[in-house]
């Protein structure tokens, strides 16, 4: 479940069907309690702007003449990205917005209701065609605007009734009118920085008739300062966070003057960046109840009569949105031994009522894990943060230090949280203990540990993950001859990288990037200039583009290698995994390549995920020397005869200019419900920032020379 949304007794919700191709449905629950699939089969929410998406609906009051309580919902259809409104008890959606020329090219996003009660203010992102030939690179780029569209359904055959308030920025979110229509505000941000950089919190004057915003100016932030998710307090004061401090805080701010801390902690307020996150939310009677913490984040309550700040006690203890309509407040929240549930909250007594749980059917608690938070001491001194689960099982017991995986997060610019995850659990009702880290860079810690990872990615997340692996041994918890290291996409450059080293005897890479410079010359446009910061411009930095990129490292690994590969996965197409599995194979490295028919950026179906747990847990066993029962055997190889997507010898690799991104024609949807593996299905309102683009071609000149 995802993205919920709550007016009076009524409440909405995004759900996933893994058993239908991953698509997304909107669920409905009812005063009376009863619940409504409001999309059919034919119909799949989700909007691809910024590719990873976000929320894809939005609940609306009825349109001219009708009873404003009977609520429908406006939402983006994942096919052809075309918002549609469905009104409640009709029998089909209808289009709200034009048919673009070609699919997908105008998408939607961040939806919120116009001033009037009768439009709809979002994020456009307009893209050119596929193929279109253009002298200037940059026009190859999505276009990114904040517009005002009728809910009466005038612009899907008029795209002139589609007015452009605000543009000429790079990227967009969070676009909000003023209570009183007067002014809206909006966040926007430039390349090179990501959202977690640095953004501004911008406001203007609005004129709904006339379609324009006017006189628009910045309220906080820049380069260097992340202000996320506004929310006006009244009609001239705006509620939002920043990190000008150090870390992601409440503030607020007026029209003119200075803004004013509510709350400062050492504490994160909020996930990070991801379109329709709403960490936090104001009351009708003031008070704002809101989530904080690290990495797993809980709700309290902020006074504004005493500016204290009282945490409650749910219970649960991984809290990922919120959402209220000033009076009732649900929200999504799990446990280390309790599915996520849709609740409804008591801000008062901190009392949860649970509404909906993602799933009933689980296993006894004597076989899920409990997580154990602990730090360790990195290669350079600097604090690593990390979760560990012990096997659990009732049944089975063993003598001294147990086998361990290390677990790396996607982004890198992600988190690894502590609730309830049956993939963990398979693992650890097996006998194999399993350490998430949160390596530099990570969110949840505070800006200056995110920036760890600044010009370091491939070092400083290889240092952290080898360290905690390494004190693990030390303090007698894993055994040192049965370590091994996992992780996707992201995560996975940072597996096969750590496996260089000495201390991991086996790892697995899902969908995992391999080389940097065609990562930043192919990926999409929201990461295009992701690299600048994390390992460092273009085109000077390309030695280090090289040096990390594990296909260019294969040299230097000598352990067993499992690849998990979707052979339609457009960010690290299928051409890198078996470039990998080549040079692999060159070498004479014992390894197996599954490949997933169909499949993109992680796995959709269910199938898919039990057989890739499976030939994990199989791959370990062979490693470690023991045999799982009940799951087929893994044949790893030294040879490889299917298709080698390298470069011929001599061909050469080039270094690409920034602006190569924007001839990527395709993009991933890994962010999307159900669109990722069952690693990640908790389904959190995260920026799942584990999609790094990195477009099919040939392998470097440099590595075949250094095979020759």
Known sequence: MAHPSVVGDEIWWEESRPEEDGRTTVMHRGADGALTELLGPQWDAGTRVHEYGGCSYLPVPGRDGQDATRHGIVFSNRGDQRLYLLEKDAAAPVPLTPEPEHPGALRYADLALGPDGQSIVCVRESHPAPGEATQNPDDRRPVRSIVSLPLTGRAADDPAAVAELVSGADFYASPVPAPDGRHLAWICWNHPRMPWDGTELRVGSLDAAAGAVTDAYTLKGGVSESVLSPTWRDESTILFLTDWSGWWNLYEIGLTGPAIAL???????????????????????????????????????????????????????????????????????????????????????????????????????????????????????????????????????????????????????????????????????????????????????GRAYRERLQGQWGVVDVEDATAVARALVEEGTADPERLAVRGGSAGGLTTLLALCGDTFACGTSSWGVTDLLRLAAETHDFESRYLDGLVGPLPGYAAAYRERSPINRVEDLAVPVLILQGTDDPVVPPSQARALAASLAERSIRHALLEFEGEGHGLRSPDNQQRALEAELAFYGEVFGFTPPDVEPIALVTEYTGENAGTEAGEEQRVPEASDAAESEEAPEPGEPGGRSETDLVAEPLPPLDGHGAAEGERAEEQQTRRA
């Open 263 to 445: 709350y400062p902690a050492e504490e994160e307020f909020t996930h990070g960046f991801f379109l329709g996150l709403r960490p936090y939310r104001r009351l009708d009677d003031g008070h704002l109840v809101a989530l904080h913490g690290h990495t797993d984040l809980t709700p309290g309550v902020y006074d504004p009569a005493t500016a204290e700040f009282t945490p409650l006690d749910t219970g649960l203890d991984t809290w990922f949105t919120l959402a209220s309509d000033g009076a009732t407040v649900v929200g999504l929240a799990a446990g280390h031994r309790t599915p996520q549930s849709l609740v409804r909250l008591d801000v008062g007594t901190g009392r949860t009522e649970v509404l909906r749980r993602s799933r009933d059917d689980l296993p006894g608690a004597d076989h899920l894990p409990a997580p154990r938070h602990t730090t360790v001491s990195g290669r350079y001194g600097g604090t690593v943060h990390a979760t560990v689960y012990a096997p659990a099982n009732p049944d089975a017991a063993a003598e001294g230090p147990a086998p361990y995986v290390v677990w790396v997060h996607g982004g890198p610019v992600g988190k690894a949280m502590g609730a309830l995850d049956l993939a963990k659990a398979y693992f650890t009702s097996r006998g194999i203990g399993v350490v998430d880290v949160n390596h530099g860079g990570s969110l949840g810690f």
